[in-house]
């Protein structure tokens, strides 16, 4: 178990939770000094009018703004330049995301690679930058990365198909307006992948060796909310207590994981999404029991506890037999939700595995796994996916 004396860090941003947060961003970006801010989206976002509110709220407190929305689902270290180019030059001195994890991802590293005037690629790892990014506000509208909340982002570099995970204090959003009610445009496999990130989130943070009951507590809290609220959230879409209830899910788990990092799901999964540009929430919903299977003997308690959390009645169970209910719980999960589909189906083949376990093994999250893989281990569990 964890020793409650040990030192450990928690960090997160202020943020406003509940049903027209976002509502309130006109008047957090004047009381933050706005002047003129960039509006960093994508352009399905925008047409489908979740930005509108913004520009009204600015428009309303006489905030000037430009917007920067050429981005794509996995963003790319060539659009951070882009966007962090137009910051500059139109003489920006504030942030506000509007999105799901790639414009706010993409907002984070447009921020500190504008405030250092350097390439993205040289924030990547841990601690790595020097100058904090200006003011940023957070909208998220999709219920998944919690890059609202988290000192994570990640940027896709094309050249080395992977995808950087950049890690550090200064990009936490300065605000997080997290509301509900831009999340009812999701469709239902955008709702379940984002779904499956926030399951893998919470317990890849909830197993993490970097631990601490402060993240225990909201990892298992967002394990309880997700088991109950995924199925019956992709059943009804436009239900706004159930999408309520995954949204605070994401948010618990994104502040577990932020403080206490994730694990092989997310090697892996960084990994397979930069080198065949799949959705993030897709890779980790493919290789989560799979994971599983492997970090269980490492950390039997913590992983029947998960079970607890899911609505599983492990007691009197021996490990073995607690493990096959476990893993046979992610997998009907799958199952409920048409995740029926394998590596290969996503274009994976035998061929790719050294590469994709070599990527996996060099990523920032693998340090944090409860079991320390070797590069056989990783293409072994590649195997098994496929």
């Known amino acids: 178990m964890n020793n409650v004396l040990e030192l450990r860090k928690f960090v997160a941003p202020e943020f406003i939770f509940g049903s027209n947060a976002s509502l309130l961003v006109g008047r957090y970006a004047k009381n933050l000094g706005a002047r003129k801010v960039l509006i960093v989206t994508d352009h399905n976002v925008l047409d489908l009018g979740l930005v509108n509110p913004v520009f009204d709220a600015f428009r309303s407190e006489g905030i000037d703004y ?27 001195n504030f942030i506000v995301a509007v999105g799901g994890g790639s414009p706010m991802d993409c907002a984070k590293a447009i921020g500190i690679a504008s405030s250092n005037n350097k390439d993205v690629h040289e924030f990547e790892g841990v601690d790595k930058v020097a100058v904090p990014s200006p003011p940023l506000i957070c909208i998220p509208t999709t219920a998944g990365s919690a890059a609202d909340v988290s000192q994570f982002a990640i940027i896709t570099d094309d050249r080395r198909k992977l995808k950087m995970a950049i890690v550090s204090k200064t990009v936490v959003p300065d605000v997080a307006l997290i509301d509900p009610e831009m999340t009812l445009t999701m469709d239902r496999f955008i709702t379940i992948y984002t779904g499956f990130d926030v399951l893998s989130h919470a317990i890849e943070a909830y197993v993490s060796n970097a631990s601490s009951p402060l993240t225990d507590l909201h990892a298992l809290e967002a394990i309880r909310l997700i088991a109950s609220n995924l199925v019956p959230t992709t059943n009804d879409l436009t239900n706004i207590n159930l999408r309520g209830q995954m949204m605070l899910s994401c948010l618990y788990a994104g502040l577990a994981f932020s403080n206490a990092s994730l694990g092989l799901v997310h090697a892996m999964a960084h990994s397979l999404g930069g080198f065949l540009d799949l959705p993030h929430g897709e890779c980790n919903a493919l290789l989560l029991d799979h994971v599983m299977e492997f970090n269980f003997e490492a950390e039997v308690e913590k992983y029947r506890q998960i079970g607890k959390a899911l609505g599983l009645e492990l007691v009197g169970l021996d490990d073995d037999e607690a493990k096959e209910i476990l893993i046979n719980k992610i997998k009907d999960l799958k199952a409920q939700t048409d995740v029926n589909h394998s590596l290969k189906d996503v274009g994976v083949s035998p061929d790719d595995i050294g590469e994709l376990s070599s990527k996996a093994m060099n990523d920032a999250c693998i340090i944090t796994n409860p079991r320390r893989p070797t590069q056989s281990d990783v293409e072994e569990i590649f195997k098994n996916a496929l």
């Open 66 to 92: 430009k917007i920067y929305s050429d981005i794509k689902p996995n963003p790319t270290a060539k659009q951070v330049m882009e966007g962090s180019e137009l910051y500059l030059n139109e003489n920006c």
